[in-house]
């Protein structure tokens, strides 16, 4: 039997990483995005049961879009895109950095978007089309830090509620799906993250794999499209006045 398809972009480490595991796992073809590190993708697909590279800078959207085209093409039953490429650059309040900005709104929300959209149109699918698309904690529990970083998420969230409106297909869903600290961010070493890794609700590290086995229960399309789900341990129900990167240092 054909296995199913998952682009995963962003998936040749981290958390995207994680996830092209699992699905391979778990019966899928993985369709392994890289964007700036294709050595370590093809490394990660020659450990998988059936998996391809593909390779687009999210800057460049006319590259984003020929890479939708080409895998629509050639895939007979392409179920399901997960965007969770992102781009995390620290930057405040007190003003805009203007390349920060630029590259956080194209890369965090234009772009995906756009995949979206060629996705929904192009692809050809067996058992109805997913959309997950990766948010953050800090849409509930904000705070000024990573601010191009944070504004790109907020908007990127308004769109899984709209195009999930948009759809005159009721078997395609779009969901979100918010992690909370998982891994050690930007210059984070893991002794810190060890500490801001567990201020949550639950005081406990929440493992990459929790955010897997939500993705996977939300490739089911078991949700109501449009839905958000948080995998933090509580961390967006609290109200933190900095990114915990920070305030693990304090």
């Given at each position: 039997?054909?296995?199913?398809?998952?682009?995963?972009?962003?998936?040749?480490?981290?958390?995207g990483a994680v996830l092209a595991r699992a699905f391979s796992a778990h019966g899928w073809h993985v369709v392994i995005h890289a964007g700036h590190s294709p050595d370590l993708a093809r490394i990660l697909a020659s450990t998988l049961t059936s998996a391809e590279v593909?390779?687009?800078?999210?800057?460049?959207?006319?590259?984003?879009?020929?890479?939708?085209?080409?895998?629509?093409?050639?895939?007979?039953?392409?179920?399901?895109?997960?965007?969770?490429?992102?781009?995390?650059?620290?930057?405040?309040?007190?003003?805009?950095?203007?390349?920060?900005?630029?590259?956080?709104?194209?890369?965090?929300?234009?772009?995906?978007?756009?995949?979206?959209?060629?996705?929904?149109?192009?692809?050809?699918?067996?058992?109805?089309?997913?959309?997950?698309?990766?948010?953050?904690?800090?849409?509930?529990?904000?705070?000024?830090?990573?601010?191009?970083?944070?504004?790109?998420?907020?908007?990127?969230?308004?769109?899984?509620?709209?195009?999930?409106?948009?759809?005159?297909?009721?078997?395609?869903?779009?969901?979100?799906?918010?992690?909370?600290?998982?891994?050690?961010?930007?210059?984070?070493?893991?002794?810190?993250?060890?500490?801001?890794?567990?201020?949550?609700?639950?005081?406990?590290?929440?493992?990459?794999?929790?955010?897997?086995?939500?993705?996977?229960?939300?490739?089911?399309?078991?949700?109501?499209?449009?839905?958000?789900?948080?995998?933090?341990?509580?961390?967006?129900?609290?109200?933190?006045?900095?990114?915990?990167?920070?305030?693990?240092?304090?």
């Amino acid at each position: 039997m054909a296995r199913p398809a998952v682009l995963i972009t962003g998936a040749a480490k981290r958390i995207g990483a994680v996830l092209a595991r699992a699905f391979s796992a778990h019966g899928w073809h993985v369709v392994i995005h890289a964007g700036h590190s294709p050595d370590l993708a093809r490394i990660l697909a020659s450990t998988l049961t059936s998996a391809e590279v593909v390779e687009a800078d999210l800057v460049d959207l006319d590259a984003a879009r020929a890479m939708i085209a080409d895998i629509a093409g050639r895939t007979e039953d392409w179920r399901l895109l997960i965007n969770s490429a992102a781009v995390f650059r620290p930057d405040t309040a007190a003003a805009i950095d203007p390349v920060i900005f630029a590259e956080a709104m194209r890369v965090n929300a234009e772009a995906p978007t756009v995949l979206s959209q060629a996705f929904l149109a192009q692809a050809r699918s067996k058992g109805g089309k997913r959309i997950i698309q990766f948010l953050d904690q800090k849409l509930i529990n904000t705070n000024p830090d990573f601010f191009s970083y944070t504004m790109a998420k907020h908007a990127f969230a308004a769109t899984v509620r709209m195009l999930a409106m948009a759809q005159a297909d009721p078997s395609a869903r779009i969901y979100g799906l918010a992690p909370g600290a998982m891994l050690p961010s930007f210059d984070q070493v893991a002794s810190g993250h060890e500490t801001s890794g567990r201020m949550n609700l639950l005081h406990r590290l929440t493992d990459p794999a929790e955010l897997a086995d939500a993705a996977l229960f939300l490739a089911d399309g078991w949700l109501a499209s449009g839905e958000t789900l948080f995998v933090d341990s509580g961390q967006h129900l609290l109200s933190q006045p900095r990114d915990v990167l920070y305030l693990a240092r304090q």
